[in-house]
């Protein structure tokens, strides 16, 4: 007879994982399976963590650099792209191992392989060794994430046509880059390589980059990337990718129907991601997907099937760690007869660059579509003595308040540390706090976080410093 668990979670990613802890934490004999042969998923192995890694090196690189400008005299500053890969990779080892012994420690039963429907609560796993064994649930959670999207008809090699993972792992510095889609990856990446001494050009079908994100930031972003060297063509339409032995041409038509083609080294493709629902015989399950090959799921995340539920890339919302996280907690709640529970809209979106972006609740865009009366406070780090002091003072915090009754609706940061700072607003929003809230609130001076209790001060026209 097969293993009988509790619970069995498909995907060892931020999600997957972290239910998994979580539903054994709450008394459930619980297994976690994942295909990829280490956990932490897409995240920790070829995403969140891995990028940061290079976004922090290249970035010291780059200030090391300008020390000089400080008044710290240095020497020739040499790139090391090989030890900094290295750097990376250790990085992502140690937090990969973490991993393991968190399941371990919590007694999840970890299942190297790949999980896929025998049955509504049957699970077939195929090892690494193609050996088959078979285990069953009382429930099962679907936590498979996410995989990168290409162009129609454009398949990525890894080496001269990238997705996110190729673009971690680029053995040379390339001459030129064109990153195709302005949105969180594409600038992130187009950034670490930017700074290491490549001639970025981003391709956007749009009129702005980070679609999605308050319009007044990501106006400031862009202006803040071409100082930074980055090139943008806005609106403009990729048409055809053509490959050669070690380069690629991109051609692309604007929006007036004018064509021009981008010669460059490496084609960075950064339009989206999909749920990664292949390979998992959904139909032995019965479970239903919607159009867009999501996992269809109720507000408990229950699929059509009641033993059967679904968290983060692979249904509905923005696909982000720290969303699947909170879902993988709340499923685990659910299944144990709590009432776990997600506010999507206190879910912080963060942009690693340099300066960072980060970004929760409402836009203003989405404030005037749904005809909500706001009020703006506005503080510019350039009015904040901390960011002056170490000359870091590009950006600013925004604050939206509900006009009538001043409860802080949304707020968009442009700036150093700005997704640290961001949580501090989550916390306000969680609270139902006001804009008048934070501003009455003291904070250590000087500190980075003196520009959001300016900004709450802005709402009600009372800034000190501007």
Known sequence: MSEKFHAVVIGGGPGGYVCAIRLAQ???????????????????????????????????????????????????????????????????????????????KNKVSYFKGHGSFKSKNEINIQDTDNKNITISADNVI???????????????????????????????????????????????????WSRLGADVHVVEFLEHITPGMDKEISLEFMKILKKQGIKFHMQHKVKKIQKKTTSAVVSTLDKDGNKKDFDCDVVLISVGRKPNTNGLNIDAAGIKLDENQRVITDKNYRTNQSSIYAIGDVIAGPMLAHKAEDEGIAVAENIAGQSGHVNYDTIPGVIYTTPEVASIGKTEEELKEMNVEYKIGKFSFMANSRAKAIGDSEGFVKILADAKTDKVLGAHLIGPHAGELIAEIGIAMEFGASSEDIART??????FSEAVKEAALSVDKRTIHS
């Open 26 to 104: 709450l008394g459930l004999k619980t297994a976690c399976i994942e295909s990829r042969g280490s956990l932490g998923g897409t995240c920790l192995n070829v995403g969140c963590i891995p990028s940061k890694s290079l976004l922090n090196l290249s970035e010291e690189f780059h200030k090391v650099k300008s020390l000089s400008n400080k008044g710290i005299e240095v020497g020739e500053v040499k790139l090391n792209l090989n030890r900094m890969m290295k750097n990376k990779d250790k990085a992502v080892t140690v937090l990969t191992k973490g991993v393991e012994f968190l399941l371990k």
């Open 142 to 192: 679907i936590a498979t994430g996410s995989v990168p999207v290409s162009l129609p008809g454009i398949k990525f090699d890894e080496k001269i046509i990238l997705s996110s993972t190729g673009a971690l792992k680029i053995e040379k510095v390339p001459k030129k880059m064109l990153v195709i889609g302005g949105g969180y990856i594409g600038l992130e990446m187009g950034s670490v």
């Open 442 to 447: 003291c904070h250590a001076h000087p500190t």
